[in-house]
Each structure stands twice: as structure tokens, then as C-alpha cells.
């Protein structure tokens, strides 16, 4: 049996090496570019589980402004308001309420893409209207 040899055609021939080192270099660039958007996508959606914490606390806020006088006391454990977390729960390392301002205050764990970001929600009555001041750490690092 005779082996055929392979025929080329003319004008057809692979990548050049200079072609897919522009290729990977590329893939590189790309590579660079995503890493970090990903890992702050990340780090966000796992600040949410913190933010979402918020809630329960919001609404107990809002009832207790809303149902007595401007300015009352709704401070953790009274007035319908949850009690403050000092240990950890999932993601959320710390949550408190301030006993003058009525803000809430969470803090973040330190680990699992997270480094203690702070969420800070101040209300402020207003018409009848309660509307929630966003501060803390997290609004600089873009996470709330």
C-alpha cells in the first residue's frame, strides 16, 4: 500500500505565529479587563444579602415614626423595632439603630469578598413622608 502524500494548495496555509500571538495577547487584554469587573460584581451582589437586611428594620422605623410623635424614640427593642444583631448572620456582621437619629447602621462580615463596608440609613420625616439617607463605606466603594 502506498502512503498519498499531502497536497497544499497554493495560496492556503495556516495562522502565522505573529497571528496568534495577537490573538492570545488579545484574550489577555480582555482577560485583564473582566477579572476585576467580575470580582466587583461579585463583592456587590454578596452586599446585597446586607442591604436586604435592612428591611425588617426600615419597616419598624417607618410604623414607629409614623405612628407617634415626630421625633420618638425608636430605638432597637422598643416600639415594634428588632432588637440589635451583635454576632454575625450570614453576611451581615453587625446591625444597629441609633437611639437619637433613629439611623441604621449595618456592617458587613470581613471575609468572602467583603471588608466590613458599612450601610448607614438616616430617615427623616418629611410631608407625611419618611424618605432614607443612603451613607457609610459602601457608597464609596460603589456597593449600595
Not at 495577547?25 to 442591604?51: D, M
Not at 416600639?79 to 453576611?91: D, F, K, L, T
Not at 444597629?96 to 450601610?119: E, M, P, W
Request: include cysteine; hydrophobic fraction near 50%.
Amino acid at each position: 500500500m502506498m502512503m498519498k502524500q499531502m497536497q497544499t494548495r497554493p495560496g492556503q496555509s495556516g495562522f502565522t505565529l505573529i497571528e496568534l500571538l495577537i490573538v492570545v495577547a488579545i484574550i489577555g487584554i480582555l482577560a485583564a479587563i473582566a477579572v476585576p469587573q467580575y470580582q466587583s460584581y461579585t463583592a456587590r451582589a454578596k452586599f446585597t444579602e446586607v442591604v436586604n437586611a435592612a428591611a425588617p428594620f426600615k419597616l419598624a422605623i417607618s410604623a414607629c415614626l409614623q405612628g407617634n410623635a415626630v421625633g420618638a424614640t425608636c430605638k432597637d427593642g422598643v416600639n415594634g423595632v428588632p432588637a440589635e444583631i451583635a454576632s454575625a448572620i450570614g453576611r451581615v456582621a453587625t446591625i444597629t439603630v441609633d437611639d437619637t437619629s433613629n439611623a441604621i447602621t449595618l456592617t458587613a462580615i470581613s471575609t468572602g469578598g467583603l471588608s466590613g463596608q458599612t450601610l448607614i440609613l438616616t430617615p427623616t420625616v418629611a410631608n407625611n413622608a419618611i424618605t432614607w439617607a443612603t451613607t457609610g463605606t459602601c457608597v464609596a466603594a460603589g456597593m449600595c
